[in-house]
């Protein structure tokens, strides 16, 4: 006689090879992700999300040299400026115009710093502002504590699925598809070429005192990790800590030391009031890094069109 738990048995062994296959291709099993409870943490799925930060620990047996150093910190300050200047503010509100090209250079500089594809980040960032710190907005702190709207929502079932039905102006770009379903590619692409490069570096120029090892850990891993944490530092900490100029529907704050870290990301509530703008330092003194690239850029005719801040908007905010 078969036993009664036979089918929970193999509901629950297809789940995990389910989850296995995604760390892979997360557009498998979408179905799937879509009927698990999406306020639980998918403990198969966030294995290696665990592992990128134990990987760190690394650094107690490769060391340090100025030369990994610099190169985390290198790779930190592009991949941020990817982030916060096409994955934020082209994928998602659209507030310049650029090349196909340029567009997808970007999208797979955003796609090293494993915060998922650009069509996800896009979606994801276009439901925030229709649910800011609403019930139905998954890291808000307000409604669900600093913990899980620093990192914990990103681990859920709900969290992982790309809702491209928010995003089909991007959606029509087959090379976007790929890096959005396939976003472990290009963050292992760069771990081998990091390691590769200390590598050739230990050989070839031993007194940099580098190593494979030791390039991969600081490089990517430790670059990477510290990455992460500052993103998310604007759900987490920008909507409690900080003041607001404008009076907006959600908790959103104006954070000049968030603004530091995260090329201009901090001045959020600037950002929810109107998120139409490719800056997001509206005054002169509220330093806005990723504003003053994309100037930049447009200096040297990769992007064209970013969009001011209006002056009713500059009004609204001195009254």
């Known amino acids: ?84 200047g096409f994955y934020h503010r082209y994928f998602s509100p659209r507030t310049f115009r650029t090349s196909r090209a340029v567009q997808f250079t970007f999208a797979c500089i955003g796609a090293a710093c494993v915060q998922r594809g650009p069509l996800w980040w896009a979606a994801h960032h276009r439901n925030h502002h229709r649910r800011a710190d609403t019930p139905a907005d998954p890291h808000s702190p307000t409604q669900h504590g600093f913990l899980w709207s620093h990192m914990g929502w990103f681990l859920t079932p709900g969290a992982f699925r790309t809702e491209l039905e928010r995003v089909p102006d991007l959606a029509r770009y087959p090379e976007l598809r790929w890096l959005d379903r396939y976003d472990i590619a290009v963050p292992v692409l760069l771990a081998v070429l990091l390691y590769g490069l200390g590598a050739l570096l230990q050989h070839a120029a031993p007194h940099l005192h580098t190593s494979g090892a030791q390039m991969l850990v600081w490089g990517f891993f430790v670059s990477t990790v510290v990455l992460f944490h500052a993103t998310v530092t604007i759900n987490s900490l920008a909507h409690r800590y900080g003041s607001r100029r404008f009076a907006t529907h959600d908790d959103s704050r104006n954070n000049a030391w968030l603004a530091l870290l995260t090329f201009g990301e901090g001045w959020h509530n600037n950002h929810h009031f109107f998120p139409g703008s490719a800056r997001q330092g509206f005054r002169w003194w509220e330093v806005d890094l990723t504003w003053y690239g994309l100037e930049f850029m447009a200096m040297l005719g990769l992007v064209s069109d970013l969009k001011p801040v209006p002056a009713w908007v500059l009004h609204r905010a001195e009254r």
């Open 1 to 84: 006689m078969q036993s009664t738990d036979a089918p929970a048995t193999r509901a629950r062994t297809a789940g995990f090879r389910r989850s296995l296959r995604q760390w892979f291709d997360s557009g498998e099993g979408q179905a799937a992700i879509e009927g698990k409870r999406s306020d639980r943490i998918d403990l198969v799925r966030t294995i290696p999300f665990a592992l990128l930060h134990l990987a760190c620990l690394g650094v107690l047996w490769t060391g340090v040299s100025p030369v990994a150093l610099a190169l985390a910190v290198a790779l930190y300050a592009l991949r941020m400026f990817a982030l916060t």
